[in-house]
C-alpha cells in the first residue's frame, strides 16, 4: 500500500500536466502487476512436481490460476532450461526479464544501495577510473600560503555477483488461492533479498 500511496501523490502532484500525471500512474501500477505476476510464477514453480516437465506443469498451473496475469510471458517463459552446453543457454529464461526486473524494483528502495544517493552505476568486467583521495578544506590565517592538494585516483574493475536465495514454503501455501498467500510469499521473498544485500554490501 505504501508503494500505491506514494504513487497516487506522485500522479496527482498539481504541477504535472494531465497526460503526465496519467502516464506516472499506468506506469506504476503496470511495474507493480510485474512484480506481483512475478511471485505467481514462483508459487506455480513451487506447485508443480520436480522434473523436466516441471516449467511446462507450473505454466499449466498458472493458466489455471491466473489466466489474466501476464500468460502471454509466462507461457513463453515454459521451456526446459537451457544449460552451459546448449548455444542458446539462458535464452529460455529471458521472457521472464520483465516480471524479474518488475520485482527487483521492489526491492531495490528496501536495501541500503537502493537508497544511496549520488552513487554512480559501474558495468561488469570493465575497467573504469575511481577516486582513492580527494583534498580538504582548512582554515588559512590572514596572509597565510592556501594549501594546494591534488586527486588520487585507480583503475578498477567490478566483477559479476550473484546473490541467491531459496525459500522453503508448504505446498498448501504455494496452491491456495488466497491473494494474502502471495503477498506473503512476496514480503518473505523481498525481506530475504534486501536483507542479504545488505549484509553483503557492509
Known amino acids: 500500500m505504501v508503494s500505491v500511496a506514494s504513487g497516487l501523490a506522485t500522479a496527482l ?26 511471485v505467481r510464477w514462483v508459487a506455480a514453480l513451487a506447485s508443480a512436481h520436480p522434473g523436466p516437465s516441471r516449467q511446462t506443469e507450473a505454466a499449466t498451473i498458472y493458466r489455471s490460476r491466473w489466466p489474466s496475469y501476464h500468460l502471454d510471458v509466462i507461457e513463453k517463459a515454459a521451456v526446459a532450461p537451457g544449460t552451459t552446453s546448449d548455444v542458446a543457454w539462458a535464452g529460455p529464461l529471458a521472457p521472464l526479464t520483465p516480471l ?10 528496501r536495501t541500503v544501495v537502493g537508497q544511496m544517493k549520488g552513487v554512480r552505476p559501474a558495468p561488469f568486467n570493465v575497467r573504469f577510473p575511481t577516486q582513492t ?56 521473498l523481498v525481506g530475504g533479498i534486501a536483507a542479504g544485500t545488505d549484509i553483503c554490501f557492509f
Open 133 to 188: 583521495a580527494g583534498t580538504l578544506a582548512g582554515w588559512v590565517g590572514q596572509g597565510r600560503v592556501t594549501p594546494v592538494q591534488q586527486l588520487a585516483f585507480s583503475d578498477t574493475i567490478l566483477g559479476v555477483g550473484k546473490l541467491a536465495i531459496i525459500v522453503v514454503i508448504t505446498s498448501e501455501l504455494a496452491r491456495t488461492s488466497d491473494p494474502a498467500a502471495l503477498l506473503l510469499i512476496e514480503r518473505d
Open 13 to 38: 502532484n498539481p504541477e504535472m500536466e494531465d497526460w503526465e500525471r496519467l502516464n506516472t500512474l499506468t506506469a506504476q501500477y503496470d511495474a507493480r502487476s510485474k512484480a506481483a505476476s512475478f
Open 100 to 109: 524479474a526486473s518488475a520485482f527487483m524494483a521492489l526491492v531495490r528502495p
